[in-house]
């Protein structure tokens, strides 16, 4: 009996927390851009009513950023570009950002598969994996009249549009014909 119980409460302990695991997890989406030259892999969350940037959001100013939610954005280029003003090879790349309210700058990072920002952001770990950085740009910031519920990233052509609450950003990306 007291065997049955415990197997009945370890079950149920064990559903629990799947279900739990499950509604914090957000959806992934893929966007490429038209051409399908840049695609780009993330966890979409949603403002649902939080305060995203600032000093009082969910993501700081001035603080590394997954830029997006679960495992960190990854971003591909089928041709070499030039990533704003810095020349990037053909290939995937981890996308990390550091929100502002004037200027983000956004970092490429070859290290793939990584899990949030934390081992970015930690004090050891964090030294080596910035070695892996093959970009870092800045660029402006927008307000937005109208909140974006959900963390949207757009490729193109020419740019990739990140926008979430009421911050939008555009990072200048254009093709330069070689391949990798």
């Known amino acids: ?54 000093p009082n959001g969910l993501e700081k100013y001035g603080k590394v950023w ?3 939610a679960d495992a960190a954005t990854e971003i591909t280029f089928a041709k070499d570009v030039m990533f704003g003003d810095k020349m990037v090879k053909a290939g995937t790349y981890t996308l990390f950002t550091i929100p502002d309210e004037k200027e983000w700058t956004v970092i490429l990072n070859s290290k793939l598969g990584q899990w949030g920002a934390y081992d970015y952001i930690d004090p050891v ?6 070695k892996k950085d093959v970009a870092q740009i800045k660029v402006p910031a927008k307000t937005t009249t109208t909140p974006v519920e959900k963390l949207t990233i757009t490729p193109t052509e020419s740019d990739v549009t990140i926008a ?3 911050a939008s950003i555009s990072i200048p990306v254009k093709p330069t014909g070689g391949t990798h």
Do not use: C
Request: cysteine-free; aromatic content about 8%.
């Open 1 to 54: 009996m007291k065997k049955g119980l415990l197997f009945i409460l370890a079950l149920l302990f064990t559903a629990n927390s799947a279900l739990v695991l499950a509604q914090a997890k957000s959806p992934h989406v893929k966007a490429e851009s038209p051409g399908k030259s840049i695609k780009v892999v993330y966890g979409q969350p949603s403002k649902r009513g939080r305060v995203i940037f600032g």
């Open 66 to 68: 997954r830029t997006g």
């Open 125 to 130: 770990k964090g030294a080596e994996l910035k």
């Open 164 to 166: 979430w609450d009421q």
